[in-house]
Structures are given as C-alpha cells and as structure tokens.
C-alpha cells in the first residue's frame, strides 16, 4: 500500500465513521431478498416494499410456498419481473435444501438464483458477519478513481481490494466507498473540488476524468476491432 492509498483509506474512515447498510433487514433470509430487489434499484425503494413483503412472508418457507405471480405486485416497483422468480426460486431451493435457512458460503450462496458475486458477499458480510467485500458500481468506480484499484473487471477490483485493505476493515471499507459515489464520486459529474480526498486521487490528476465503465467499453471495443483486421 503507498502513501496515497493509506491517505486515502484514513480519509475515507474520517468521513464515513460507523458506516452502516442503508437496507432494512434484520436477518439473513431479509439480507437476501433486499439485496436481490435492490439490483438497478434504490435502496429507499427497496426499504419501502420490504415491509410487506416480510410481513407476508415471514421467511424462506413461507416465500417457498407461493409464485412469482403473488410476490410480483409486492416488488414490482423495483423493477423487472426475474426479481419475483428468483427470489421464489431461491427461497425454494433454500426450503428444499438447506432446511429453510438461507446458506452461508460464498459457493452455496451463488448457486442460488438471482444471487451473484456482489450480492453473495452482501449477505455474507452483513448477515453472517463474514468479512467480505461486496464490489457494486459505486465501489468498482470509486475504488478505480481513488487509485485503490487498477482493473476492469468487478472480479479483479475485489481482488485488489481484498489484497490491499485490512481483512478487519474490509465491510467497512465497501460502505466508505457507497457513501463516496453517492455524495460525492458521482458517475457523470464527480465533486472533486469540494472533495476532500482530493490531493491523492488518481482521477483528480488524470488528464480526463477516469470513468471505469466507459474504459471496458472501449477496451472491449479495440479488442473486437483488432479481431476484425
């Protein structure tokens, strides 16, 4: 780690202290069905159509007994209709295999539907209190921006990171980094002169602002550009 990146971490613990999910969940199989309806969608949302849903069904025996048609109306306002059918999916896969309580393993949790990389470690992390380190898009652009990874892949930047933070600091860490991209790291239009991580930012002394997304596409583009010649 050099001196930027620890510069970095400390600031970002000086301005996020005591970070904590902004989902509403109180256990795991909560965890899991939040976090599934919270892809492409606002966590505010999601906080608003959780409550019904858990008081409808309490659990993942219970989600395991109806259809993605009944459970659709609860979440539709968060978007896609898969959402229903894989957590019903998931929830019966639970029920049948692991006696109805949602599993705690990176590989079981992933083999589940709907449930991928990020979302697998979310539910680890702040579930089971697994240290994990869930990489969303706030956390891939943030963490590429800053400096804290170089990579172009969601896989890699976990890895740079996990490397790189202290296993200890590692949930906290991702929460420091959501916080960063909605406050301040904006996708389009990042505040940098009102940000304090300023001085040792990658980004902030490029000579065009870092948009990691906007990188893979044109990477992706030159490589099938070059297969074309």
């Not at 979302?119 to 969303?136: E, G, Q, R, S, Y």
């Not at 956390?139 to 996990?162: H, K, M, Y």
């Not at 300023?198 to 870092?210: F, T, V």
């Amino acid at each position: 780690m050099d001196k930027n990146q620890q510069a970095i971490l400390a600031g970002l613990r000086a301005l996020y202290p005591n970070p904590r999910p902004e989902l509403d969940f109180s256990n795991p199989y909560e965890t899991l069905v939040a976090t599934i309806l919270a892809a492409q969608c606002t966590d505010q949302r999601v906080n608003q159509v959780t409550p019904a849903v858990f008081r409808d069904f309490p659990d993942a025996n219970a989600m395991a007994q109806t259809t993605p048609e009944i459970l659709y109306p609860y979440v539709k306002s968060c978007g896609f209709t898969s959402k229903a059918k894989n957590i019903v999916a998931a929830c019966k896969i639970i029920a049948e295999k692991h006696g109805g309580k949602v599993p705690d393993t990176l590989e079981e949790l992933t083999a589940l539907p709907g449930v991928g990389r990020k979302t697998a470690n979310v539910v680890l992390a702040f579930a089971f209190h697994i240290p994990a380190m869930p990489v969303d898009t706030h956390v891939f652009r943030v963490s590429n921006r800053l400096g804290l990874a170089d990579a172009l892949t969601v896989e890699e930047t976990e890895r740079q990171l996990t490397d790189l933070i202290p296993r200890e600091d590692w949930c906290d860490a991702h929460h420091w980094m959501i916080l960063h991209g909605r406050r301040v790291c904006h996708s389009q239009k990042p505040d940098c002169g009102n940000c304090t991580l300023q001085p040792w930012c990658k980004a902030a002394h490029a000579a065009e602002m870092i948009n990691p997304k906007l990188e893979v596409k044109k990477r992706a583009q030159a490589r099938k550009q070059e297969k074309t010649k």
